[in-house]
């Protein structure tokens, strides 16, 4: 049985979130949240194959994205507010928990869920980005860069240097994405290439280059058809067009609010919950084949199942067989209670 992928909005006080839905409303219920600089519909793959297998599927534009509420400041964007924003859906839903899936930034919000809210969180999967119980900061991600590839002397902040660079120079930043959003977005969504692995990511040289593509508008790259079609490149950069890069980029302006959030998770940040952790083999900014990047996930989590998924960051859309199969594995493994 095939079901439709449909638009909804749940409206509180505080905050606005729209969200794609698809499957029986009484299944069991997986959230999926996205990440920078993409939409629900990131997971216009996942959405249908988990409907079909009898889930109820839900994917919400995160805050400063597509149908949801912006704001006008960087603090607007803390790890702590969109964990709110999740509890909320949630709530709207009629349930009490939930299976929660993150890619990319939306990892970060997953794993705040299950460290800060595990009487909401059944079981937690990650994208690309492994947990960090002490919080997802500049600070800790740089102690766990692979010196042998990145040496300190040359790169002090490894791949994570265009982090620093939204830090000393947001507006500039945001100005060059605005520049030519339809550019960005072709730019951005492309497949991993295995070439690439072992060499320094593009990241690690934006302060360098003055910008995440050397300042200013980007040239016209084709788009990556394995990733994105002309559809998909449409939405997006309506959404971005309309939004702008403030909200995105504020999500990481927030380091030092959300070292502070994930010291008050509870167990000290242990996670006994089910957890999923896909690598992806070609992402070379989020890099945890070979660097020390997952460990503290690895001596954080009770019962964790780690799967290498052939594909770079953009995961979900470059090898979606791939991903919902790891998902359904998963579920069906260390959830069969909840398989419906």
């Known amino acids: 049985m095939t079901f439709p992928i449909t638009e909804h909005t749940v409206k509180t006080p505080r905050h606005t979130t729209g969200y794609l839905a698809c499957g029986a409303e009484e299944g069991p219920l997986l959230i999926f949240c996205h990440g920078w600089p993409e939409l629900s519909l990131s997971w216009r793959h996942q959405l249908p194959a988990f409907a079909a297998l009898g889930f109820r599927c839900v994917a919400p534009d995160m805050r400063g994205y597509g149908r949801s509420s912006t704001y006008t400041r960087h603090g607007d964007f ?145 788009r990556d058809g394995d990733v994105i079609t002309e559809q998909d490149l449409e939405a997006y950069v309506a959404a971005l067009t309309r939004n702008g890069f403030f909200g995105p980029g504020s999500w990481y302006m927030n380091h030092k609010t959300n070292g502070d959030y994930a010291r008050r998770a509870a167990k000290a940040g242990r996670l006994d919950m089910p957890v999923l952790f896909l690598h992806g083999a070609y992402d070379t900014t989020c890099e ?53």
């Open 288 to 340: 945890t084949m070979t660097s020390r990047l997952a460990e503290p996930m690895r001596r954080a989590c009770a019962h964790l199942t780690e799967v290498v998924v052939k594909s770079g960051h953009w995961m979900a859309q470059e090898r979606p067989a791939a991903v919902n199969a790891a998902l359904a594995r998963w579920l069906a493994v260390d959830l069969p209670d909840y398989w419906p």
């Open 78 to 222: 803390a790890q702590e507010l969109i964990v709110q924003d999740m509890l909320e859906l949630l709530g709207s839903l009629g349930r009490d928990r939930a299976v929660w899936i993150g890619h990319d930034w939306g990892s970060a919000v997953v794993w705040n869920l299950a460290s800060h809210h595990p009487d909401k969180v059944l079981a937690v999967a990650s994208l690309c980005v492994p947990y960090l119980p002490t919080g997802f900061t500049l600070q800790n991600l740089v102690a766990l860069v692979d010196r042998k590839l990145y040496p300190a002397d040359t790169f002090p902040a490894g791949q994570w240097d265009y982090q620093f660079f939204y830090e000393e120079n947001f507006d500039r930043a945001c100005t060059d994405f605005e520049a030519n959003i339809r550019n960005v977005v072709k730019a951005l969504f492309r497949k991993g290439d295995p070439a690439r692995v072992g060499q320094p990511a593009p990241t690690a040289f934006v302060r360098k280059a003055g910008g995440r593509f050397g300042g200013g508008a980007l040239p016209d790259l084709p």
